[in-house]
């Protein structure tokens, strides 16, 4: 009983990222969208409001930085590994109820980027596109300076795979998941807030877990 229950120990692991790998390649498959209603080890949904996305690897992806800045900019996905990383570990929680605690995300502050951008003096806000061709959000410029808000590359101490939007993401530790956009493609500084997919469905533009959407989540930590 002992050696069986530590094989499981060990096993474990793997058979949860077989699992994560599978129910992941499975819903980029699948047009119905049923799969992201599966659990799995990991604690997450694969969702996609895309019928397909294209992948994007290291030859191919590239991160636009643009709209009301002095210095457009873009970056590469070695580019973006070559700046200073960030570490934040927090929990992620979906407007739809599951959460996923201690979660760690590791990327670049998009204080960072805004900076070497040179935001104008009129900026307000700050829109992000998706190379599904589809998604988008948005943020106030305030909310985008956070600390605990980044480009992600990194996600649970592996690089971010295309079923959990990579290779590269958005990611707002202290809102709802909706707003941390998959498959990161442009950064856009405007001066309002734009809603992005889902508020122009319904949901909250200020997205903040436990105190938007009608929910009463614990604040995520």
């Given at each position: 009983m002992l050696g069986?229950?530590?094989?499981?120990?060990?096993t474990a692991p793997y058979l949860q990222r077989g699992l994560e790998a599978f129910l992941g390649s499975a819903a980029d498959k699948d047009p119905t969208g049923l799969t992201g209603l599966l659990p799995n080890g990991g604690g997450f949904r694969y969702y996609s409001v895309?019928?397909?996305?294209?992948?994007?690897?290291?030859?191919?992806?590239?991160?636009?930085?643009?709209?009301?800045?002095?210095?457009?900019?873009?970056?590469t996905l070695d580019a973006l590994r070559a700046l200073p990383q960030t570490r934040v570990v927090h929990d992620v929680q979906c407007v739809t109820g599951w959460r996923v605690p201690h979660t760690p995300f590791e990327g670049v502050r998009l204080s960072r980027l805004l900076d070497a951008a040179g935001v104008r003096p009129d900026a307000g806000a700050v829109r992000f596109t998706c190379f599904d061709g589809t998604y988008s959000e948005s943020l106030t410029l305030q909310q985008a300076r956070r600390a605990d808000v980044m480009v992600a590359l990194r996600m649970k101490d592996a690089p971010i795979g295309h079923a959990h939007g990579g290779p590269v993401r958005l990611y707002v530790a202290p809102m709802y998941f909706y707003k941390s956009a998959k498959w990161l493609s442009g950064i856009s500084v405007?001066?309002?807030?734009?809603?992005?997919?889902?508020?122009?469905?319904?949901?909250?533009?200020?997205?903040?877990?436990?105190?938007?959407?009608?929910?009463?989540?614990?604040?995520?930590?």
């Open positions: 069986l229950g530590a094989a499981g120990l060990v895309a019928a397909s996305v294209p992948r994007k690897g290291p030859d191919t992806y590239r991160l636009t930085v643009d709209g009301l800045v002095d210095r457009p900019a873009t970056y405007t001066s309002d807030v734009r809603p992005g997919y889902w508020e122009e469905r319904g949901y909250d533009v200020d997205a903040w877990v436990g105190r938007s959407n009608g929910r009463g989540d614990t604040p995520t930590v």
